[in-house]
């Protein structure tokens, strides 16, 4: 089954970021490179979920990785990555915060 959003979002993100300089050792003795273009980020669709929420960086080019929360149909909480709640050592302020939010979505 292909999934019209992931085909859209493989494109773009291949537009945006494909690395055109990807080089490949042919020959070590003589340090020969071979130069390629390479996409090696994909998505794909994972379960019948509701919803995956990615938060916004804090600055404009910066881009978050492995943060987000996914959720399920029912509203309960599927998967948390990244967030502080989740850390060790962050302001507990911020921890109440978010235990409340993802609480009140259901999980």
Known sequence: KV???CV???RMTDLQTRNDQYQTLVDPEK????QSSEMSIEFEVDGPYRA???PASKEEGVLIKKRYAVFNHDGSLEELKGF???RRGE????KVFQSELF???GS
């Open 103 to 105: 609480e009140d979505s």
């Open 31 to 34: 340090q020969i490179y071979k």
């Open 91 to 94: 302001l507990k302020l911020i």
């Open 3 to 5: 999934s019209y959003p």
């Open 84 to 86: 502080e709640l989740k």
């Open 52 to 54: 995956m929420i990615l």
């Open 8 to 10: 859209v979002l493989n």
